[in-house]
């Protein structure tokens, strides 16, 4: 079965700095799709970035980009000029062919003014 | 376009009772998707419908069921309920359940069980 792991729990940053949100995954297929959403206290999950997992280049969102290492099976999100807004639960999420989103245990993100 | 609708937002139900929970998809989708979400477990996958039929289930017991209608939204019901389903229930609606598409979700229908 396919797994999502964020090691990271809780992550903090300055407001205006970058901080990377960590996520590997386990699975045996080749064609699939990755995901990150946002869930704020409002806890509407929002997308924020997806990639196919084909395409090589990292997908890229604004401030949000990903680094993706397929071969690793690492698929990181990158938040640049980090802002008060962008706190909140960051989950990380995977699927492919017409299986559910298989999600990871979430990394909470504060942003310190 | 609307977004995802969910209701209600909250309910308070005791343990034994059985509880319904709607999900409005964004028109044209015709996907939906039920998520339960505890601090404990995370978010886990109830089930699928798609154009009325379930597609896809998750591994929860059966007194978790659901239904699509033919306009999309779906119900889902708990029976006989227990303290460790306290949970918000997050819906996600789709297009076709398409990967590239991704899903839309609802804001959640917190459900606490005394």
């Known amino acids: 079965a396919q797994t999502v792991t964020q090691s990271q729990p809780e992550m903090s940053v300055q407001e205006a700095e970058t901080v990377t949100l960590s996520c590997t995954y386990d699975?045996?297929?080749?064609?699939?799709?990755l995901f990150w959403y946002k869930q704020p206290p409002s806890r509407q999950m929002i997308l924020v970035i997806r990639?196919?997992?084909?395409?090589?280049q990292n997908a890229t969102e604004n401030r949000f980009s990903v680094n993706f290492q397929k071969a690793a099976k690492s698929f990181s999100l990158k938040i640049s000029d980090s802002q008060l807004g962008d706190a909140a639960m960051y989950f990380c999420?995977?699927?492919?062919?017409?299986?559910?989103?298989?999600f990871g245990k979430g990394t909470r993100l504060s942003v310190i003014a | 376009k609307a977004g995802v609708t969910q209701t209600p937002r909250y309910l308070i139900k005791t343990r034994g009772q059985q509880v319904t929970l709607s999900c409005s998809p964004i028109?044209?989708?015709?996907?939906v998707s039920w998520y339960q979400q505890t601090p404990g477990q995370g978010l886990q996958f109830l089930f699928e419908?798609?154009?009325?039929?379930?597609?896809n289930k998750g591994n929860f017991p059966g007194r978790f069921s659901g239904r699509q209608f033919s306009n999309s939204r779906s119900e889902m019901n708990v029976s006989t309920l227990e303290l460790g389903d306290s949970a918000l229930y997050l819906c996600?609606?789709?297009?076709?359940?398409?990967?590239?598409?991704?899903?839309?979700f609802g804001s959640g229908t917190r459900l606490t069980v005394v």
């Open positions: 996600a609606s789709s297009e076709q359940g398409a990967r590239d598409a991704g899903y839309t």
């Open positions: 699975t045996s297929e080749s064609d699939y799709y």
């Open positions: 990639q196919e997992a084909y395409k090589q």
């Open positions: 999420a995977y699927n492919s062919g017409n299986t559910p989103l298989v």
């Open positions: 028109s044209g989708h015709r996907s």
């Open positions: 419908y798609f154009s009325e039929t379930q597609r």
